[in-house]
């Protein structure tokens, strides 16, 4: 969908921008402009560092678009950016927190405690908790499986525990996976030259490889 703006905000500099939004009164079009339209793709690409699944792209923007403007709607966030760096390495990095923080919201699964069983009977397992108060402390453990997460070179990997984590079974994820492979366009085969079809023996083989893959990013 394209957006129609009351103003060309194309014609303007990032510094220009910023500043029409800082000004009294503040010009919301214009931070819309910037999320949706101008950093639209760095944003996109960040978010899908995380997740294939744009289900909560919207989401995730218009909590950075509230972030960016401030409860009291002063966009004191915004303000304090210096200038010490271009705008657009700035957003990366408030964008990324925000985006990892939304995710790790929508991986409670229902209420349910999920786990990652670390294969070690010494450590805990780790634990992604349902309490409704979140403490810094259980707030960063979450972030830090899905950076590690994302680190997971594997597409099917990414999809397969992210599904997981979300409450799916292994036959839903891989009927999920099949709709995915033909939007794409993607086609696969095993050692024996014949196309593969995701099912739940393929989800599951993928899941444990990418537990195993877990253990080893998150224990460095």
Same mark, same amino acid.
């Given at each position: 969908?394209?957006?129609?703006?009351?103003?060309?905000?194309?014609?303007?500099?990032? %510094?220009?921008?910023?500043?029409?939004? #800082? !000004?009294?009164?503040?010009?919301?079009?214009?931070?819309? *402009?910037? @999320? /949706?339209?101008?950093?639209?793709?760095?944003?996109?690409?960040?978010?899908?560092?995380?997740?294939?699944?744009?289900?909560?792209?919207?989401?995730?923007?218009?909590?950075?678009?509230?972030?960016?403007?401030? %409860?009291?709607?002063?966009?004191?966030? #915004? !303000?304090?950016?210096?200038?010490?760096?271009?705008?657009? *390495?700035? @957003? /990366?990095?408030?964008?990324?927190?925000?985006?990892?923080?939304?995710?790790?919201?929508?991986?409670?699964?229902?209420?349910?405690?999920?786990?990652?069983?670390?294969?070690?009977?010494?450590?805990?397992?780790?634990?992604?908790?349902?309490?409704?108060?979140?403490?810094?402390?259980?707030?960063?453990?979450?972030?830090?499986?899905?950076?590690?997460?994302?680190?997971?070179?594997?597409?099917?990997?990414?999809?397969?525990?992210?599904?997981?984590?979300?409450?799916?079974?292994?036959?839903?994820?891989?009927?999920?996976?099949?709709?995915?492979?033909?939007?794409?366009?993607?086609?696969?085969?095993?050692?024996?030259?014949?196309?593969?079809?995701?099912?739940?023996?393929?989800?599951?083989?993928?899941?444990?490889?990418?537990?195993?893959?877990?253990?080893?990013?998150?224990?460095?």
């Amino acid at each position: 969908m394209v957006l129609q703006y009351k103003r060309d905000y194309s014609k303007f500099s990032d %510094k220009q921008i910023v500043g029409e939004i #800082l !000004a009294e009164p503040h010009d919301d079009e214009a931070a819309v *402009y910037l @999320l /949706r339209d101008r950093y639209a793709p760095l944003l996109r690409s960040l978010y899908r560092r995380l997740t294939t699944d744009d289900t909560w792209y919207d989401d995730c923007v218009d909590e950075l678009f509230i972030l960016l403007k401030g %409860k009291d709607c002063s966009w004191h966030v #915004l !303000a304090n950016f210096g200038w010490r760096s271009t705008f657009g *390495y700035w @957003l /990366r990095e408030v964008a990324w927190n925000k985006f990892c923080e939304v995710l790790s919201k929508l991986i409670e699964n229902g209420g349910k405690n999920v786990y990652i069983d670390n294969g070690n009977s010494e450590k805990p397992k780790l634990q992604l908790p349902d309490g409704s108060e979140e403490n810094f402390e259980r707030r960063q453990r979450k972030v830090m499986l899905l950076e590690a997460i994302c680190q997971l070179k594997d597409d099917d990997q990414r999809f397969a525990i992210l599904k997981r984590l979300e409450g799916y079974k292994s036959k839903e994820i891989a009927d999920m996976l099949k709709i995915k492979w033909k939007k794409l366009g993607i086609v696969k085969y095993n050692n024996d030259n014949e196309v593969v079809i995701p099912d739940e023996g393929y989800i599951n083989v993928h899941i444990q490889r990418a537990k195993k893959e877990l253990k080893i990013i998150m224990s460095n």
